[in-house]
Structures are given as structure tokens and as C-alpha cells.
């Protein structure tokens, strides 16, 4: 089971460091990727870790505003955002999958709940 946390409101600039608690013992063998979805939009991929932290893949769109990172001992992802856009707001959910660090939100087989992001200019 899969709990995002962490979204608000926040101005154009800014940051938010968004969290994605996991509960389980085998956390620390999966994928665990964030996807966000637009009003009126499809989801679409942000960011993906491997299971050590080792790989991590990001959307073009990112342009090194946002780390992806885990703490498989706390069993938790985050998301740290950084110069947060207006085209940033979205819900944010968190998902995992068993291996390999890919885009494709139909690969994974777990999500979250989502948590709202909203950005204003």
C-alpha cells in the first residue's frame, strides 16, 4: 500500500518536497516511480528510482528541477521539487513495480492515492 503526501499550495519558484510511504517488507526490491495528472490531461510520467537508489530516469520536462530519491529503511520515496512552475500543478501519485526503471504508467502495478500540487503564478 502506497500513501503520497506532502502536495499544497505554493508560488511560481518555489519548492515542495513531496513523500510516498510505503507499507511492506519487500519495498526495498521494487521500482517506485511518481506520475502526475492535469486537470483535463492524461497522466504522464515525472520521475522513476530502482530499487537502490542506483538509476533514476526523469521526464524531458523536469530540466533538473526535481530529485528523485528513496530511504528504503523508512521504506519512502520523495520527490523534492524545485522551481516549481504553474504547469507544475497536478496531482502527484506515487506507483511501484518490480524491476526495471521505465516510463510507462501501465507497467507499474501499484499506486498511491495521489496528492495535489498546485502552483500559482
Known amino acids: 500500500q502506497l500513501q503520497a503526501f506532502g502536495g499544497g499550495l505554493v508560488q511560481a519558484g518555489g519548492s515542495l518536497r513531496l513523500s510516498c510511504a510505503a507499507s511492506?517488507?519487500?519495498?526495498?526490491?521494487?521500482?517506485m516511480g511518481w506520475f502526475r495528472q492535469a486537470p483535463g490531461k492524461e497522466r504522464e510520467f515525472v520521475a522513476a528510482i530502482s530499487w537502490s537508489g542506483d538509476t533514476t530516469l526523469y521526464a524531458d520536462f523536469i530540466e533538473g528541477r526535481f530529485t528523485i530519491s528513496r530511504d528504503n529503511l523508512k521504506n519512502t520515496v520523495y520527490l523534492q521539487m524545485n522551481s516549481l512552475k504553474p504547469e507544475d500543478t497536478a496531482v502527484y501519485y506515487c506507483?511501484?513495480?518490480?524491476?526495471?526503471?521505465?516510463?510507462?504508467?501501465?507497467?507499474?502495478?501499484?499506486w498511491g492515492q495521489g496528492t495535489l500540487v498546485t502552483v500559482s503564478s
Open positions: 506507483a511501484s513495480k518490480s524491476r526495471g526503471v521505465v516510463m510507462a504508467p501501465e507497467m507499474y502495478h501499484y
Open positions: 511492506g517488507r519487500t519495498f526495498r526490491s521494487y521500482v
